[in-house]
């Protein structure tokens, strides 16, 4: 039996996660399930599973949480301290699918006790990507990607030499506005950019998509799994969703990945590697598909791009400053403080504020630097969207 744990078990992955392991209980021991609020969603799903301790984020739903598991033997934990105790219980493999910086932590430790660590939270990379590997690396544990961009890249790299690669692509949606006149954009409300063309995610990311600030990540992300060159990481806007990477050799071969919009097969690739196992998600039939488009990816449609190399350029802490500064320009946003088109000059206006700061960007990447980068950030994009 492997001990599982799942972090953010109520969201968007964490449910998919559920989902694999739910068709094979008799294979998993269920340590934790960790979850923001929805106290009912993870009691009910901890019982299924038969977990060990179930934990909120927050605080205020501990007692649905207790009612909920009255007489069960679940421990019922609530808050980040019991959050991050329940992360580093013994695992041989976890889900990190916390949304955001608050996810990095927690994931953080799993890794630290040596577990299998499969990140769908692609803002430890962006954050804190050196102290990410460099943990793995000094606990024996493994980093397994499961955002579908990096798990395809992760595919077509097996068994091939990275010194071969030439260039990486990563596709993107374009998201809810990819067809919206410019002009229009700064029209767009929460709502709109909530809902995705072709997947069905939790809100936050769905949103970062129509900004592309989720593709932002994910280049910053590969950078850092990858230890890639940032001049070889390319984005194509690809409608389709089909195609999810692909990796360029040094003899012109090109390797695409290409598969139905569903994160069980990113999360059940990271589930049985280095097996392959049949997973239950739909087999492509290309016929049917007939086609697959591709347009550039336009930086003034989507300056998050242009803000994603100059991150990459820099490195150090200046992934845990651009995502601190998105996070809070996203809240703007959502709770409609700042429109759309905003969001990425609250931005770009906090890197090169921060960028001034001695020595902040270039401070060693550890967890202690990383929330002091992610405080600053926070705290110049608050002032900013109130001026
Ligand atoms: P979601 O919003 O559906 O779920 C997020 C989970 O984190 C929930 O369990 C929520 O309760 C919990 N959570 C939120 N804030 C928290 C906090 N402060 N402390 C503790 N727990 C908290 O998000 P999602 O779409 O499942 O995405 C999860 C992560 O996976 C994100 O980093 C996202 O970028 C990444 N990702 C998601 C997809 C997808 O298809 N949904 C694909 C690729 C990568
Ligand atoms: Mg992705």
Redesign the pocket.
Known sequence: MRRISI??????????TIDLIARAPEAYEVVTL?????AAR?ARDAIRLRAQIAV???EAALPALRDALAGTGIEAAAG?AA?IEAAERPADWVM?????A??LE?GLRALQGGAALAL?????MVCAGPLMLRTAQSAGGRLLP???EHSAVFQALLGEDIAAVERIVITASGGAFRDWPLEDLHKATPEQAATHPN????????I?SASMF?KA?ELIETKEFFQIDPGKIETVVHPESMIHALVGFNDGALMAHVGPAD?RH?IGFALHYPDRKTLPVERLDLVKLGQLTFRPACETRWPALRLAREVMQTGGLSGAVFNAAKETALDGFIEKRINFTRMAGVVEEVLTSLSAHTGLIDAEVTLDNVHHADHLARQKAREIMTQ
């Open positions: 972090l953010g078990a109520t969201g968007s992955i964490g449910q998919s960790t979850g923001g609020a929805n993870l909120v984020a927050d980040r959050l990190s699918a916390i949304v955001g608050a996810g927690p769908a939270n692609k803002e430890s499961v955002d579908s997947w069905d995610m939790g809100q936050r990311i769905t970062d989720n990540l994160m990113a």
